[in-house]
């Protein structure tokens, strides 16, 4: 599958997960992040190629995208990365929240989302 293909298919399932979950629909936000992380791996796999590739949703328009990828790209993109997560870590709610955990575990030492 080609890079766009993938960087489509993590950012699609990002938002049907996070739509999902404000339906109350667990299970089915669940089966997207399955979807969003499987999309993430293939990237991983191809390198730094995939990881530039998922680095253009840095500038999504969605700001759950956003924070998915920068927590994806953090041990790549730290620069970059930390800028989105600190932007949406300011404000309220799960995206928010999400953007703050993220932050958290870069600064403990325990984030291992991408150590390969």
């Known amino acids: 599958m080609e890079l766009e293909k993938l960087v489509e298919e993590f950012a699609r399932h990002v938002e049907a997960g996070t739509d999902a979950v404000w339906r109350g629909d667990s299970k089915a936000g669940s089966t997207h992040a399955d979807r969003y992380i499987a999309a993430f791996k293939k990237l991983r796999a191809q390198g730094d190629a995939g990881r530039d ?3 253009v949703l840095l500038q999504h328009p969605r700001m759950d995208v956003r924070v998915t990828a ?18 949406a870590a300011r404000g309220e709610g799960m995206v928010s929240f999400e953007a703050q955990q993220a932050l958290q575990r870069w600064e403990d030492g325990t984030w291992a989302l991408d150590l390969a």
């Open 70 to 87: 920068a927590a994806c790209l953090l041990r790549y993109r730290t620069r970059e990365a930390k800028a989105v997560l600190e932007e």
């Open 53 to 55: 590739a998922l680095a």
